[in-house]
């Protein structure tokens, strides 16, 4: 009886431990700060953060979570970012991932562009862009090499993301139909050798254990209601957010009618909604 107690006793104090909301922001703060080289860059580094420092979310929720937000339109990254704070803390915690996620790279990215237009034609302010650029080469490489080796899980998942570049980079198939074909190929090989296709996936039994995080064991509580599908809750969402997204855009129509702020405001809101596949497809 006492080792069973006491072995329950190690198993609970082994399990992560859910931060604060001031813990979380402070840790979203340092994500947006360090998140350099784009996407692949800023996943990696949340893996590491979230997944394997802190274990807020296990490793296949993450990746599921992942794959669902690649499919999404806009940026994958910020995205999932958003879906793992409201998770956690509901709508505050989602919108505070997501400021803090682009706004320290704004700031870098304004006083960067400051320097290059002031100092461009400087040799010195050449050579420190041209070194810049390959040390962001460096971190993306590393990224997708670290992402990679934990989402292909085997030879067959390995031969179609070697197909998908091919298609996309040798024949310039467009991004949606890669995506079709690749979904479309995982849903028949998914019948016809489920092993090759589920290992790995979220959900599974095959392959090493996932280790919960954060986020797996409050699921496992009935502590995420708030995530629970529900038509009442989305409408209300878009009923309440969608004329936050478009005011501003409206208002500058109004005051300054058809100008360069109106005709960008336009765009990246039409962009917004129909670059699917994430940052990388939206630069293709």
């Known amino acids: 009886m006492n080792t069973t107690i006491t072995t329950a006793t190690v198993v609970a104090s082994n399990d992560p431990v859910a931060p604060s909301f001031t813990e979380a922001t402070r840790v979203w703060a340092k994500i947006g700060l360090l998140s350099f080289g784009g996407p692949a860059g800023q996943i990696a580094l949340m893996h590491k953060e979230l997944v394997e420092e802190r274990r807020w979310i296990g490793e296949q929720r993450f990746l599921h979570a992942l794959n669902y937000c690649m499919l999404l339109p806009g940026p994958e990254a910020q995205q999932l970012a958003i879906y793992i704070g409201w998770l956690m803390h509901r709508t505050p ?34 050579a420190v862009f041209f070194g810049v650029k390959a040390a962001v080469l460096a971190v993306v490489v590393e990224a997708v090499l670290r992402i990679g080796r934990r989402a292909l899980k085997n030879r067959v998942m390995v031969a179609i993301a070697v197909a998908a570049f ?9 991004f949606p139909l890669i995506i079709l074909c690749a979904g479309l190929a995982g ?23 996932d280790i919960k995080g954060v986020i797996d064991l409050m699921f496992e509580r009935g ?17 309440i957010w969608l004329p936050i997204w478009l005011a501003p855009v409206f208002l500058l129509w109004v005051l300054t009618g058809p100008s360069v702020w109106t005709q960008i405001g336009s765009f990246f809101s039409a962009m917004a909604v129909v670059t699917f596949g994430g940052a990388y497809a939206v630069l293709a």
């Open 166 to 174: 091919i298609g996309i980079y040798v024949f310039s198939i467009p």
């Open 93 to 126: 915690g989602g919108l505070v991932a997501g400021i803090l996620f682009v706004l320290p790279g704004a700031f870098v990215m304004l006083g960067l562009s400051i320097l290059y237009t002031l100092y461009r034609n400087v040799p010195l302010i050449d």
């Open 187 to 209: 849903w028949i090989g998914s019948r016809l050798a489920p092993g090759l296709f589920v290992e790995g996936g979220h959900g599974s039994k095959g392959g090493a254990a």
């Open 223 to 239: 502590e995420l209601a708030h995530a629970d599908p529900s038509w009442a809750r989305a409408f209300r969402v878009l009923i």
